[in-house]
């Protein structure tokens, strides 16, 4: 089974950093692969879908990528805001798994 | 975007009582429904896999019994949790898709806190 791995748990950056959280994968046989941010206390918001086939999406300030061959995604942050603060979590969607996440805490 | 509905959003109650949650998908049909679990600090565990009109695929571990699930609607899943004990305290969320999932994104409610005393 797919195993996820996501360092670091917890990053702590002053508000205008650049930001790189990484998502690591053990079964290159992926469908796709999901970015997505959950506040405390709440739900899932999608980010980012990457497909199976592509190397990246952006949104806005957030650009994600995969590297099938070296099992990896990043979720890069442009300029980071107090308002990103959250937990981020990568999941892929073979088998639904989920990585534990990093909690990201940008200061003003 | 695509909304996922949730209800109720808490719900605390007496042990052996049974609970029922609802998941709507507000403007999309949704052809597959999901339920995780997530315990404090952790990261969301797969339930089950629900699919309109047919019997749940339940995870390893996961009592169908215990955790009944009804998608009776393209709209609208269920898990009713049944003679709650405070070991089913948790973090409940469903997720919904539309016709095949492993092209679509996932879309989420905002989850039941779910507390039996």
């Known amino acids: 089974k797919q195993e996820v791995t996501q360092i670091p748990a917890a990053l702590s950056v002053p508000e205008g950093e650049n930001l790189v959280l990484n998502c690591s994968f053990t079964d290159s046989a992926i469908y796709n692969l999901q970015w997505f941010r959950q506040d405390p206390g709440k739900g899932l918001t999608s980010l980012l879908l990457?497909?199976?086939?592509?190397r990246e999406q952006t949104s806005g300030r957030l650009n994600a990528s995969l590297d099938k061959s070296s099992g990896r995604s990043t979720l890069y942050i442009a300029a980071s805001q107090p308002g990103d603060s959250a937990t981020y979590l990568c999941a892929f969607f073979n088998d639904m798994r989920f990585g534990a996440g990093t909690r990201l805490t940008v200061k003003p | 975007g695509a909304v996922v509905s949730q209800h109720p959003s808490r719900v605390i109650c007496k042990s052996g009582t049974s609970v029922k949650i609802e998941c709507r998908s507000l403007d999309f049909q949704a052809t597959t429904m999901f339920w995780y679990r997530q315990f404090p600090k952790q990261s969301l565990m797969l339930m089950a896999t629900s699919n309109e009109g047919s019997k749940a695929t339940y995870e390893q571990g996961v009592e169908k019994d215990k955790f009944l699930i009804n998608h009776a609607s393209l709209t609208l899943s269920t898990l009713t949790v049944t003679s709650a004990h405070p070991e089913d305290s948790s973090f409940y969320i469903c997720s919904a898709t539309s016709t095949d999932y492993s092209n679509q994104p996932q879309h989420f409610g905002d989850g039941t806190r779910l507390s039996i005393l």
């Open positions: 990457i497909q199976s086939s592509q």
